[in-house]
Nanobody, 115 residues
Framework: QVQLVESGGGLVQPGGSLRLSCAAS????????MSWYRQAPGKQRDLVAT???????TYVDSVKGRFTISRDNAKNTVYLQMNSLEPEDTAVYYC?????????WGQGTQVTVSP
């Protein structure tokens, strides 16, 4: 049974930081491309950052220089370090694991950036 469990969300003031974690089980974690997506109220789910099995990373332009995605294969965990948070970063953040044809999602964790 595959599980992706996100944690680390919460309420933070603008300019603050949060670190999201996604713990995976039931998959060969090191083989998967891992990503973080986010979905704001009334909007579609958008890709934020990706890290491949070889640790190559990509980011959406709006978070470049502020967010960092990383992985610890020994802990089957992917992280998203979020700095200089802005109200526009408010969303539910989802963890995603892909190894074709498999595609798995976590349940999401809420991030709210507000004074």
């Amino acid at each position: 049974q595959v599980q992706l469990v996100e944690s680390g969300g919460g309420l933070v003031q603008p300019g603050g930081s949060l670190r999201l974690s996604c713990a995976a089980s039931g998959i060969t974690f090191s083989a998967y491309t891992m990503s973080w997506y986010r979905q704001a109220p009334g909007k579609q789910r958008d890709l934020v950052a990706t890290i491949t099995r070889t640790r190559s990373t990509t980011y959406v332009d709006s978070v470049k220089g502020r967010f960092t995605i990383s992985r610890d294969n020994a802990k089957n965990t992917v992280y998203l370090q979020m700095n200089s948070l802005e109200p526009e970063d408010t969303a539910v953040y989802y963890c995603n694991a892909v190894l074709n044809p498999n595609n798995f999602w976590g349940q999401g964790t809420q991030v709210t950036v507000s004074p």
